[in-house]
């Protein structure tokens, strides 16, 4: 019975798998027996039968290290905890609805000193000076940490130049230029490739084809993940013992032990590390180093269109977010939460348009990813990107407005390399209110409710102290 299971589960995933093959071959003329996911098929049809005369600029060595700190994905930020009649909006397609309408940098980039940010487009060091008011800053700031915050004050970092732009003439931010690089400027680079199969999904979705509309979706959005992939990746291998020795030769090793008399396992980075030098000469080190290098090229990426496209999402939802016509209670990447319905203009199933997720009789925000909704049916929307909504209630989302902690358990596969063992357990899982992105106060309930920017001082973001909690104000009554 059991075999008969499994031989059937295997036959329905390979017609799952073929129809897919000529679903993609049909429409692009691409056999995905040659790629090894689906980003990696974007990118060859991209590439194949989109990609014309523009040269993608692919950056390596230092310069990639230095223009990889202009990438900061996606914004998500808690502004008012507590909401009651709230609109919950995503906007359709956000990262393939910037890459039809915008220009994106090409070609090979150029150095430059230039101190007009008017005479760029590419990415630019530059010193940054907040205004004092703003509630919602709009350039992002990378923290000792790692972490993103929207703070206010002075620092330095790099950024895209149509983001500084952005800043500069609609929010009076103040920047001073240190260095840059410049690009060449294209446009219509991803369109004819994502209108066609925005076409297909609502071609798909009118005539009830679930499988196919998923596809389009899914090719129309992993383009953008491609292009920001790093170059510098780990290898996991299982290796005989004599190449394990030739590895640790030539590689920085994370992890090794061994399997069998024969076999071990081992995890190290592609770079070349010092360790050759020494043993074999720098003249040979520095050759394989531009060798090494060359065959990362193989790997297909560009970090300058993946940095512009969510420089350019920021940018576009940076309107709504300020906007002083409603009130903003959270923002993720593409959403946002307010009190008001948006305007008509706004709101459609095209690209770049709002369409209406939830409309929500009270809300809590907890942190960013972390949230609860009940809507006006009665409904209940819970997210927790560390537990799952599953296992968590309304008591305790007030629990936590009131800057309590909370314990769950966690349900997860733990996994042993050396013994090869795989098993499932129970883990306790602490959730905290603390909002560490931006400052939180207390209401007159001794509830979380409004936050402020946090601020930069001598280019380190500030240290958060959280408020008193007054834990005899608490009450389960209502939200």
């Known amino acids: 019975m059991k075999q008969n299971y499994l031989l059937s589960d295997l036959i329905c995933l390979y017609e799952v798998i073929d129809n897919f093959r000529k679903e993609i071959y049909s429409e692009e003329y691409i056999n995905i027996t040659k790629v090894l996911s689906i980003s990696s098929l974007t990118f060859k049809i991209f590439k194949t039968n989109y990609l014309n005369k523009n040269k993608l600029p692919i950056i390596k060595g230092n310069h990639s290290i230095s223009l990889r700190n202009a990438f900061y994905g996606g914004r998500v930020d808690v502004f008012k905890s507590i909401a009651k009649n709230i609109y919950i909006y995503d906007v359709t397609s956000l990262y393939p609805y910037v890459m039809v309408n915008y220009y994106y940098p090409t070609g090979s980039p150029t150095f430059s000193y230039d101190d007009n940010l008017n005479n760029y487009f590419g990415f630019c060091y530059v010193e940054v000076e907040t205004p004092e008011y703003i509630h919602k800053p709009i350039l992002p700031f990378k923290g000792s940490d790692d972490k993103i915050y929207y703070p206010i004050g002075k620092w330095t970092g790099m950024y895209f130049s149509e983001e500084l732009k952005n800043a500069v003439n609609n929010y009076n931010y103040k920047v001073k230029i240190l260095y840059g690089y410049k690009f060449e400027k294209s446009n219509n680079l991803f369109t004819e490739m994502i209108n066609k199969y925005f076409e297909l999904k609502k071609y798909a979705i009118l005539n009830n084809l679930p499988a196919k509309a998923a596809v389009s979706k899914l090719l129309m959005n992993s383009l953008f993940g491609r292009f920001g992939m790093k170059l510098n990746k780990d290898i996991v291998n299982i290796v005989e013992s004599s190449e394990s020795r030739n590895i640790h030769l030539y590689h920085n090793v994370y992890d090794n032990f061994n399997l069998s008399d024969k076999y071990e396992y081992i995890k190290y980075s592609i770079d070349i590390n010092e360790l050759y030098s020494e043993i074999n000469g720098v003249e040979k080190y520095l050759n394989l180093l531009v060798l090494n290098d060359n ?40 959403s946002i939460a307010i009190n008001k319905k948006l305007p008509d203009k706004y709101v459609g199933n095209e690209l770049g348009k709002f369409k209406l997720e939830y409309h929500a009789e009270s809300a809590l925000f907890i942190s960013p990813k972390l949230y609860y909704l009940r809507l006006f049916n009665g409904e209940e929307i819970i997210k927790a990107r560390t537990l799952g909504g599953d296992q968590l209630t309304e008591n305790d989302f007030i629990e936590l407005s009131y800057g309590l902690t909370i314990t769950k358990l966690k349900s997860k596969f733990i996994t042993n390399k050396e013994n090869l063992n795989i098993f499932y357990e129970n883990t306790p899982l602490k959730l905290s209110p603390w909002l ?44």
């Open 295 to 334: 065959n990362k090229q193989e790997f297909e990426t560009s970090l300058p269109i993946a940095m512009a496209v969510t420089a350019y999402a920021r940018i576009y939802m940076s309107q709504f977010i300020n906007s002083n016509d409603y009130t903003v209670y959270y923002t993720d990447t593409d």
């Open 436 to 479: 560490l992105k931006r400052n939180h106060f207390l209401n007159d309930k001794g509830q979380f409710d409004t936050t402020t920017p946090l601020k930069v001082i001598n280019n380190n973001i500030e240290t958060i102290y959280p408020p008193k909690i007054i834990t005899s104000l608490i009450s389960y009554n209502n939200i």
